[in-house]
């Protein structure tokens, strides 16, 4: 039994128009799912990928209401970066000159792990990072064409996540011990070590980084920060093992929630950050065809009967397609 790596990350904003914007235009990722949370359907939950958001490729929203969300507080108990793969060198030299013409924050290109990388934020402050993959790693997502980023540079995936903490050893039991995650050699940075981590085929888009700062405050999640981070089972039949897995080492581990698109389970790590195994399938194009993916609101069928409420409780947000082709 072993983890396919990242399914995907989810994050938190408050601008769900915006957020869609950025995503679909400044970052040319699709929009393959607008749908809502299934646990509060006043807020959208949006979904970006690759073209048919194939498990791996997702980076998702929960659109939250600003009055009651503050800036994400960053600190202990958090993703604190999440990395999207690209596949060269070139594709970064590309972002470096998008970012510089359309205003996007973001730093230089620097290495890590021997791999050229590209920090930016989003305009909500969510940490990110492109990072060449040299077309290692987990098979990567081929990058939607319905934006203006050239084929050759656009996002393929999630390449990892970054993991800051207090402690790092009760999270690398964790990832060690209960999931079955490898401990590579890790790096130096900022006068610390990074520990880092990968699990199944490993590389690109199966890493987990873990940042160890004893002194840092707790994180408190508000706009701009992530919710937690998927990883992949390929079946029901390991998913639901890996739930036993997790009890078994003392993990509060939920039953499987069947999320529609996918099946998930939930559990807190001991640095405080949300984890979640989700299933490879069935994916987004159940319930709506390839070619229109994200274009309407999608409810699951159990929320199908109460779509005229839950419509009228939502700020419309532009389709993708549109909103990248306007
Ligand atoms: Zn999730």
Same mark, same amino acid.
């Given at each position: 039994?072993?983890?396919?790596?990242?399914?995907?990350?989810?994050?938190?904003?408050?601008?769900?128009?915006?957020?869609?914007?950025?995503? #679909?235009?400044?970052?040319?990722?699709?929009?393959?799912?607008?749908?809502?949370?299934?646990?509060?359907?006043?807020?959208? +939950?949006?979904?970006?990928?690759?073209?048919?958001?194939?498990?791996?490729?997702? *980076?998702?929203?929960?659109?939250?209401?600003?009055?009651?969300?503050?800036?994400? +507080?960053?600190?202990?108990?958090?993703?604190?970066?999440?990395?999207?793969?690209?596949?060269?060198?070139?594709?970064?030299?590309?972002?470096?000159?998008?970012?510089?013409?359309?205003?996007?924050?973001?730093?230089?290109?620097?290495?890590?792990?021997?791999?050229?990388?590209?920090?930016?934020?989003?305009?909500?402050?969510?940490?990110?990072?492109?990072?060449?993959?040299?077309?290692?790693?987990?098979? %990567?997502? #081929?990058?939607? =064409?319905?934006?203006? *980023?050239?084929?050759?540079?656009?996002?393929?995936?999630?390449?990892?996540?970054?993991?800051?903490?207090?402690?790092?050893?009760?999270?690398?039991? *964790?990832?060690?011990?209960?999931?079955?995650?490898?401990?590579?050699?890790?790096?130096?940075?900022?006068?610390?070590?990074?520990?880092?981590?990968?699990?199944? &085929?490993?590389?690109?888009?199966?890493?987990?980084?873990?940042?160890?700062?004893?002194?840092?405050?707790?994180?408190?999640?508000?706009?701009?920060?992530?919710?937690?981070?998927?990883?992949?089972?390929?079946?029901?039949?390991?998913?639901?093992?890996?739930?036993?897995?997790?009890?078994?080492?003392?993990?509060?581990?939920?039953?499987?929630? =069947?999320?529609?698109?996918?099946? %998930?389970?939930?559990?807190?790590?001991?640095?405080?950050?949300?984890?979640?195994?989700?299933?490879?399938?069935?994916?987004?194009?159940?319930?709506?065809?390839?070619?229109?993916?994200?274009?309407?609101?999608?409810? &699951?069928?159990?929320?199908?009967?109460?779509?005229?409420?839950?419509?009228?409780?939502?700020?419309?947000?532009?389709?993708?397609?549109?909103?990248? #082709?306007?």
């Amino acid at each position: 039994m072993q983890l396919g790596g990242i399914h995907h990350v989810t994050a938190v904003t408050t601008e769900a128009a915006a957020n869609v914007a950025f995503y #679909t235009q400044a970052l040319g990722m699709r929009l393959v799912k607008k749908t809502v949370n299934q646990d509060d359907t006043s807020a959208y +939950h949006l979904f970006y990928g690759d073209e048919l958001g194939n498990p791996g490729t997702e *980076v998702t929203f929960f659109d939250w209401p600003q009055f009651r969300i503050a800036p994400n +507080h960053p600190g202990a108990g958090e993703v604190s970066e999440t990395v999207l793969r690209v596949p060269d060198r070139a594709a970064l030299d590309w972002w470096t000159r998008r970012f510089t013409d359309i205003g996007v924050d973001h730093g230089d290109i620097e290495d890590h792990d021997g791999r050229p990388t590209l920090p930016f934020t989003d305009p909500e402050g969510q940490r990110l990072r492109l990072l060449a993959d040299g077309e290692d790693g987990v098979p %990567s997502g #081929t990058p939607w =064409d319905g934006s203006d *980023v050239p084929r050759e540079s656009g996002i393929t995936g999630l390449g990892a996540v970054e993991l800051t903490v207090r402690e790092l050893e009760p999270t690398a039991w *964790v990832l060690t011990e209960a999931l079955g995650f490898l401990r590579m050699d890790g790096r130096a940075e900022d006068g610390g070590r990074v520990a880092v981590f990968e699990v199944g &085929p490993g590389g690109p888009g199966a890493e987990v980084q873990v940042v160890e700062r004893p002194d840092a405050p707790d994180a408190h999640l508000g706009r701009g920060g992530v919710h937690h981070v998927a990883f992949r089972a390929p079946d029901d039949e390991e998913h639901a093992a890996w739930g036993k897995k997790l009890r078994a080492h003392g993990l509060g581990a939920t039953p499987v929630i =069947d999320r529609f698109y996918f099946r %998930s389970i939930y559990f807190r790590e001991p640095g405080g950050i949300l984890f979640e195994i989700a299933t490879d399938g069935p994916g987004f194009a159940t319930d709506e065809d390839a070619e229109h993916l994200g274009e309407r609101l999608s409810l &699951p069928p159990f929320l199908e009967d109460r779509r005229a409420e839950i419509e009228a409780g939502l700020k419309p947000v532009p389709s993708g397609r549109s909103a990248a #082709t306007s």
